[in-house]
Structure formats: structure tokens, C-alpha cells
């Protein structure tokens, strides 16, 4: 079982940045693999923003590439660095995370709100 909280939400100005965390807690023994944050718009389903795997690798949808950074700690804690935001980021972030048997762990969001 693996929990997840995100936090670093916030109202902020197009142009503007933000970083989000994602905390996790796990039983013992419980590893996580892939971690990522999702989000979801007003009216639209959820998409994928950014995943990095326990190696390292990352992958960017192609809306944030080049503006949004992932990284991760050694104790499981997911950040997403969020430049030059524009209204269009606006959503709730959601952290995910997946074990080696492909449970599928998920927070319970953060509203980023990109406006003037």
C-alpha cells in the first residue's frame, strides 16, 4: 500500500512558476517504480504531465515540455517544477505512483489556477 500528498498548489499569474510535491508513505517491504503527476482540466479528462522511473527516465507530454521539470528523491518524494505557466495549466495535479506488480497509487490532488 502506498500513500501519496501532494502540495504547492497555489493562484498564480500566466508567466508566473510554481513547484509541487508529492510525499509518499509505503508499507514495509512496498517498492515504488514509476511516479508522475497527471492533471486534470475543467471539462477535460485527465492527461498524463510528467513521469520519471526509479532510474531516472522521464517523459514530458509535449503541452509542458521544455517548461515543467520532474525530479525525485531517494525517499520517494516527486516535485514538479512548473515555469512560464499559462491559463491552459490550470487543473488539479494529481501524483501517481505504480509498484512492481502495477497497482496504481494516486493522490488526492493539488489546484494549480493560472490567471491575472
Known amino acids: 500500500q502506498v500513500w501519496l500528498v501532494e502540495s504547492g498548489g497555489d493562484l498564480v499569474q500566466p508567466g508566473g512558476s510554481l513547484r509541487l510535491s508529492c510525499a509518499s508513505s509505503k508499507r514495509s517491504g512496498v517498492y515504488i517504480t514509476a511516479m508522475g503527476w497527471y492533471r486534470r482540466a475543467p471539462g477535460k479528462q485527465r492527461e498524463l504531465v510528467a513521469t520519471?522511473?526509479?532510474?531516472?527516465?522521464t517523459n514530458y507530454a509535449d503541452s509542458v515540455k521544455d517548461r515543467f521539470i520532474i525530479s525525485r528523491d531517494n525517499a520517494d518524494t516527486v516535485f514538479l517544477q512548473l515555469n512560464s505557466l499559462k491559463p491552459e495549466d490550470t487543473a488539479i495535479y494529481y501524483c501517481?505512483?505504480?509498484?512492481?506488480?502495477?497497482?496504481?497509487?494516486w493522490g488526492q490532488g493539488t489546484q494549480v489556477t493560472v490567471s491575472s
Open positions: 520519471i522511473t526509479d532510474d531516472g527516465d
Open positions: 501517481h505512483a505504480t509498484d512492481p506488480f502495477g497497482y496504481d497509487y
